[in-house]
C-alpha cells in the first residue's frame, strides 16, 4: 500500500466497520489459501519449504497490477494442456507503486492458476511414474536436463524428501526433473491433445476471430443494436416483478454511464459487477487487441503502433461505448431490483442502503455472465476461435435455466416458475397488441415473417432490433405467426416453416472457426444462418465473368478488385464482411464514394433515396426497413423450390431411361399425392420468365454508360420493376393459401 495516502488507507481500514461482511471474507479468504497453498505443495508445484513464507504474506498479489495506462500486466502465462508454463516458485516478493488490479480477481485468478498447474503438474508425475514403471529405457529414460537430451523431453517438479545436513535443515527439496521419450506422440501427450490437433494454426485462428471481435464490438452501432436486444431479454431472465421498467433503465443507464454520472453503476462497482475485467461483456468479446496473458512487446514497429492506437483518445471513446452497452442492462437488472425489494424508498441512498443487496449483485452478475465456461478444452478453444461463441452458450445456459424454473437467482423454485410464466404471458400479450396494431402497415405488411420476428417494426421505416433467442421465440415468434396464420394473412406453410427456423435459430450457435468458415462458405456458394442457406453468386450470373458478377448492392471496390483478380465481385464483397466486419462497411463505402467523385466511372450509379443512404451505412440495418420488401419474393422462390423439387422427378418419372417409368402404379401414385404441386408447375415457369426478364432489365440499365442515362432515371426504372416485381408476385400468397392450406 505504499502509494495510498494515510487517508486512503484509513479510509479502507474503517470500510471493515462499516462493512462487517469484510471480515467474513477474510476469514473465508485465508482458508482457501491455506487450502489452496497445501494442494500446490503436495503436488509437487511449490517448494514446500516456502509454503510458510506464502501463508504469512496474506497481502501479497502475486498476479495482476496495472501500467501507467490503467491496462493490466500479469506475470504468469497460463498456458493450455499439460505444458503448464507459469511457476510459482519463482515469484519474489516485492511491492510496488502500481495499481493493484480488482483484489477479488488476483483471488479468483490466482486460486484458478494453482489448481490448475497443480492438476497439470500431478497428471505429468503420474505419466512419467506409469511409464518408467512399464517401459523404462525402452520409451522413457531420465535425463539432467533438456541440452542433454536429442529432443521430445517433458519437465516436471516435484517436493522429495532429503537428509537435513547443518548447512540446509530442511527435509524436502523442491527437484525438477527432465525425461527423455523415444517417440515424440508420448512426449505429445503431455500437451492437450486437442491442441496438438490444431497445432500451430491455432494462434491464427484466435487472432482471426479477436480481429473479428474487435471490428464489430468496437462499432457504436453494433453497441446500440445490443441495448434493446439485452433489454428484452433481461425482461425474463432477471425474475423482476415489474419487468418493462428494464428497458427504461437500460437506456438511462447507458446514457448517465457515458456521462459519468450514474449513481447506480457507482454503487455495483463496489460489487465487482462493473468496472472490472473478469465481468465485462466487451472484454470477454476482445474489445481490445491486448494479449490477453502477457505484456505487448512494444520493442517491434508493429507492436508500438498497437500499443499507440489502443491508447489513443478515438479507440477510449469507442471502447467506453461498447462498456456502458455491455454494462447497462446489469445496472438496469440491479436498480430494478433493489428498488422492488427496499424497505425504504425514499432516496436511491436508502434504496441502495435496505434494498435486497444479494439479490441485486447475484442477479447483475448472472444476467449477464461470461466467466461461466466449463472445463472442456474443445469449449473454451471454440470460445476463442469462433466470435461470440462463447456468449451464445452463456445466452443459451441462462435461458435454459430460466425457462426451466431455475432462474438465475437461487429462490423457491415455484415463485420463479411463476415470475418467469406472468412475465411471459405479459409480453406475448404485448407483442400480440402490437402485431395487431401493425396490421395494414404498409412497412409491416411487405416484409417476410423472418424479418418480422426478430424486429419490432415501427411507422416511418424504422424498426428495433429483437435478439433471435428462446425468449423471444416463445413470446413473440410463436404466437404472432399463428395470430397471422389465424387472420389469413399467411398460410400454414408459411407459419410452420417460421416456427420451426425460429426454433432452429434459437438453439443453434456456428462452431466453425473465423479463420476458414467464409473460405467454406465461398468454395460451397453459401451464406446465410444454419436454417436458411442462400447462395452468395446467384444461379443467373455463375457463368459470367468474375467483374460481371455483380448486383445493384455490390461495392464498385469490389468490382474493380475482380477486374484484377477474376474473382467474383460478390464473393470479394463477402469475404471483406466475413473477415474485417464493419471496418470493411466503412472503408467500402468511403472508397466507392472516392471512385463516383473522381469521375473514374463511364456511368452513374442509381440515385438513392435517404432510407437507402442510411442502409449503406454499416450497422443500420437493424434500426431501417427496406423500402422494397421482401415478402413477395420470398414467399415466390421457397413454394417455387418445393413446386421444382416435385415437378422434375415427376418429369424424370415420365422417361424410359428412368427405372421409376415402368412402374406406372408409383408413378400414378406420385401424381395423385402431388397434383397440386404438379399443377402449379406452368405458373412458376411463367413467373420465372417473367422475373428474369425484369432482372435482365435492371442489369441493362445499370450497365447504361453516363451519355445513355444518368443516376436519377436509373433509379427511377429501377424502382419501377421493383413495382414490378411485387405486381408480378402479387397473387402468390392465394396460390400458396389454395396449394397448401
Known amino acids: ?204 485462428f484466435r487472432a482471426t476471430a479477436s480481429f473479428l471481435r474487435q471490428n464489430v464490438v468496437l462499432y457504436p452501432l453494433f453497441s446500440l443494436s445490443q441495448l434493446p436486444q439485452d433489454s428484452v431479454s433481461a425482461m425474463l431472465s432477471s425474475g423482476v416483478k415489474n419487468p418493462f421498467m428494464i428497458p427504461v ?12 454520472m450514474s449513481k447506480t453503476r457507482e454503487e455495483i462497482t463496489k460489487y465487482g459487477v462493473v468496472g472490472d475485467r473478469s465481468w465485462n461483456q466487451a472484454s470477454e468479446r476482445g474489445v481490445l487487441s491486448k494479449q490477453t496473458y502477457k505484456e505487448r512487446d512494444t520493442s517491434t514497429l508493429t507492436g508500438k503502433l498497437a500499443e499507440q492506437f489502443d491508447n489513443s483518445p478515438f479507440v477510449k471513446v469507442l471502447e467506453k461505448i461498447a462498456m456502458a452497452s455491455d454494462n447497462a442492462v446489469r445496472q438496469a437488472v440491479f436498480e430494478q431490483t433493489m428498488r422492488e425489494t427496499a424497505t425504504d424508498k425514499s432516496s436511491l441512498e436508502k434504496i441502495f442502503e435496505t434494498g435486497n443487496i444479494n439479490l441485486a449483485v447475484t442477479r447483475a452478475f448472472e444476467v449477464i455472465n461470461f466467466r461461466r465456461k466449463g472445463s472442456s478444452e474443445i469449449i473454451n478453444t471454440l470460445s476463442q476461435t469462433v466470435p461470440f461463441f462463447s456468449a451464445g452458450l452463456q445466452a443459451l445456459s441462462v435461458q435454459g435455466r430460466v425457462l426451466s424454473g431455475g432462474g438465475i437467482a437461487p429462490g423457491q423454485r415455484a415463485d420463479l416458475a411463476r415470475q418467469t410464466i406472468t412475465t411471459g404471458v405479459m409480453m406475448t400479450g404485448v407483442y400480440l397488441a402490437y402485431a395487431a396494431a401493425m396490421s395494414g402497415d404498409e412497412d409491416y405488411e411487405k416484409l417476410d415473417p423472418k424479418e418480422k420476428d426478430t424486429k419490432l417494426i415501427l411507422p416511418g421505416g424504422w424498426s428495433i432490433p429483437l435478439r433471435p433467442d428462446l425468449f423471444t421465440y416463445i413470446a413473440k415468434v410463436v404466437p404472432e405467426n399463428i395470430l397471422r396464420d389465424l387472420r389469413g394473412d399467411q398460410d400454414g406453410e408459411k407459419t410452420f416453416q417460421a416456427i420451426k427456423r425460429g426454433l432452429i435459430n434459437s438453439m443453434s450457435i456456428s462452431a466453425t472457426p473465423q479463420a476458414v468458415r467464409p473460405l467454406i462458405d465461398m468454395y460451397m456458394n453459401e451464406s446465410g444462418a444454419f436454417s436458411e442457406r442462400r447462395p452468395i453468386v446467384p444461379e443467373s450470373l455463375k457463368d459470367l ?117 415402368y412402374d406406372r402404379k408409383r408413378v400414378n401414385e406420385f401424381a395423385k399425392e402431388n397434383a397440386k404441386m404438379i399443377q402449379y408447375g406452368p405458373l412458376i415457369r411463367n413467373k420465372d420468365r417473367a422475373l428474369k426478364k425484369l432482372r435482365e432489365y435492371r442489369r441493362f440499365v445499370l450497365a447504361q454508360p453516363r451519355e445513355n442515362m444518368d443516376g436519377a432515371t436509373k433509379k427511377r426504372l429501377i424502382d419501377q420493376t421493383r413495382r414490378q416485381e411485387r405486381q408480378i408476385l402479387s397473387d402468390i400468397i392465394e396460390y400458396r393459401k389454395k396449394l397448401y392450406d
Not at 433503465?249 to 459519468?260: A, P
Not at 467483374?547 to 484484377?564: C, G, H, R, S, W
Not at 434500426?623 to 416435385?646: A, L, P, W
Request: proline fraction near 3%.
Open 249 to 260: 433503465r437500460v437506456l438511462k443507464e447507458f446514457s448517465l454511464t457515458l456521462m459519468n
Open 545 to 661: 465473368k468474375g467483374a460481371d458478377q455483380y448486383k445493384e448492392n455490390t461495392t464498385e471496390f469490389a468490382i474493380a478488385t475482380a477486374k484484377l483478380t477474376g474473382v467474383s465481385a460478390l464473393k470479394i464483397d463477402y469475404f471483406m464482411r466475413q473477415y474485417f466486419g464493419y471496418t470493411a462497411g466503412l472503408i467500402t463505402m468511403t472508397v466507392d464514394e472516392i471512385i463516383v467523385q473522381s469521375g473514374m466511372l463511364d456511368y452513374d450509379r442509381p440515385e438513392r433515396s435517404l432510407r437507402e443512404i442510411i442502409t449503406k451505412i454499416p450497422g443500420t440495418t437493424p434500426f431501417v426497413v427496406r423500402e422494397f420488401g421482401n415478402r413477395e419474393v420470398s414467399d415466390y422462390y421457397e413454394m417455387k423450390e418445393q413446386v421444382k423439387t416435385i415437378v422434375n422427378t415427376f418429369n424424370k418419372m415420365q422417361k424410359p431411361d428412368n427405372r421409376m417409368f
Open 1 to 204: 500500500m505504499i502509494h495510498l495516502t494515510d487517508a486512503e488507507i484509513t479510509a479502507g481500514i474503517a470500510l471493515a466497520d462499516t462493512y462487517p461482511e469484510l471480515k467474513e471474507i477474510e476469514t473465508t479468504w485465508n482458508e482457501v489459501r491455506q487450502k489452496t497453498i497445501k494442494v500446490l505443495v503436495d503436488n509437487g508445484v511449490m517448494d514446500a519449504n516456502k509454503a510458510a513464507e506464502y501463508i504469512d504474506s496474506i497481502g501479497y498479489v502475486p498476479f495482476y497490477r496495472k501500467d501507467e495506462n490503467g491496462n493490466l500486466i500479469q506475470s504468469v502465462d497460463i498456458t493450455s494442456g499439460l505444458m503448464q508454463a507459469g511457476n510459482l516458485n519463482n515469484k519474489q516478493f516485492k511491492g510496488s507503486e502500481k495499481e493493484v488490479a480488482n483484489i477479488f480477481e488476483n483471488m479468483d485468478r490466482w486460486v484458478e492458476h494453482s489448481i490448475r498447474a497443480s492438476i497439470i503438474n500431478r497428471l505429468k508425475i503420474n505419466k512419467v511414474d506409469t511409464t518408467i514403471q512399464f517401459a523404462k529405457d525402452v520409451l522413457i529414460k531420465k535425463v539432467d536436463s533438456k541440452t542433454d537430451a536429442e529432443g521430445n523431453v517433458v519437465q516436471l517438479t516435484r517436493n522429495i524428501d532429503r537428509t537435513p545436513t547443518d548447512d540446509n535443515p530442511n527435509t524436502t527439496e523442491l527437484v525438477t526433473e527432465y525425461y527423455e521419450f523415444s517417440d515424440p506422440i508420448f512426449a505429445a501427450a503431455f500437451g492437450s491433445t486437442f491442441a496438438l490437433t490444431l497445432g500451430p494454426i491455432k494462434q491464427f
